[in-house]
């Protein structure tokens, strides 16, 4: 994009207009249908291309200034913005998103219960298919649904427990460079999808599959893949490399599908090594790696070669040896598991 490109050509690269007057006319459709099925709405005005801008501003406004509610915005307390509020009404704001829709109406022969959204998350696939070239090294992650720390210090015990019974799942794999997303995959954990996989229950199968659908894009790149236990397994990964596509996976014996893999070196010695030291086992390109550092953690490797040495934890004094597939892992450990260190038990 050109130097002085702003907020909104930036967006507009991913979401451009056509996509926004989906929207609108979606979203005029589906207002006109439910009043004539549940009486006029007087207060009611077709939605225009401009308005959809500012409402969809207004949603991702609310992910930048983390406030608990949109309607923040016009409440005159902390999180309230005048320039905002100025743009447009509350009330005009709370009639569009009552009637907003992305698909006003489930077509005869849609069965997947993404059809509301489907076409937007095709859309901008698709933009980001033809207008990002990410790094070499990237993340396939389960990012959580609700961060934002506001929501949860504010929310009452029966709202977050409502949130953690989602019927959804999002997963994505992600340039570690930039940190933007590359591909993303929602899974709904109840119902039928066009791919299967809500037949699957065991969860480092469903993973695997998960992961081998975000990667289908990536064949032939070279791209070195970092996993979390959930999806890190020998079978997955030599798949993957006959796509030419690498990985570097953490392994738990309690999370990982080890099927494969030599029990020796899936159990703990009777005496713990000194920090720092290591066990390999190979196997062609593969290489399986236990690694001790106040506890036993163990990698599963396409992408490094295990006699490549790295340091970790870096201190005044030095810093802890280890083979390099475990100080690069180490580097993509916050997109992987930032809410859960204990993925070595």
């Known amino acids: 994009m050109p130097p002085g490109a702003s907020a909104m050509d930036f967006f507009q690269l991913f979401v451009p207009d056509n996509v926004l007057k989906n929207m609108v006319v979606q979203t005029n459709m589906y207002a006109k249908k439910f009043q004539e099925r549940f009486g006029s709405d007087g207060a009611w005005a077709e939605v225009t291309l401009t308005e959809m801008k500012a409402f969809l501003g207004y949603m991702i406004s609310t992910s930048i200034s983390h406030c608990e509610s949109v309607l ?11 320039s905002l509020a100025l743009v447009m009404s509350q009330a005009r704001f709370e009639k569009i998103l009552k009637y907003f829709h992305v698909v006003a109406f489930r077509s005869s022969q849609t069965t997947h219960g993404l ?12 933009s980001f298919d033809s207008a990002f070239r990410p790094s070499q090294t990237q993340v396939l992650h389960e990012p959580l649904i609700d961060e934002d720390p506001v929501f949860i210090a504010t929310c009452t015990e029966r709202e977050l427990r409502k949130r953690k019974k989602r019927k959804f799942s999002l997963w994505v794999r992600q340039c570690s460079s930039t940190g933007f997303i590359i591909q993303i995959y929602v899974h709904l954990k109840d119902g039928g999808g066009p791919d299967g996989l809500d037949a699957l229950k065991n969860k480092p199968q469903l993973h695997s599959a998960v992961a081998r659908s975000l990667c289908r894009n990536a064949a032939g790149k070279n791209y070195i893949i970092f ?16 796509q030419e596509i690498y990985c570097c996976g953490l392994l738990s014996s309690r999370k990982s599908d080890c099927t494969g893999l030599p029990l020796s070196m899936l159990t703990n010695p009777a005496t713990p090594p000194a920090r720092g030291q290591h066990r390999i086992k190979m196997k062609g390109n593969m290489s399986l790696i236990c690694w001790y550092n106040k506890g036993h953690f163990r990698f599963l490797t396409n992408a490094y070669s295990p006699v490549q040495q790295g340091v970790i934890i870096r201190r005044k004094s030095g810093g802890i040896p280890c083979p390099l597939a475990v100080e690069a892992f180490a580097a993509h450990l916050s997109y992987i598991c930032r809410y859960d260190d204990k993925y070595s038990k």
């Open 72 to 82: 923040s915005i016009w409440s005159g307390g902390f999180y309230s913005n005048r």
């Open 227 to 242: 996993t979390g236990p959930s999806i890190t397994s020998l079978t997955l990964f030599e798949e993957l490399e006959k």
């Open 115 to 126: 059809y509301k959204v489907q076409p937007f998350l095709d859309s901008l696939q698709n």
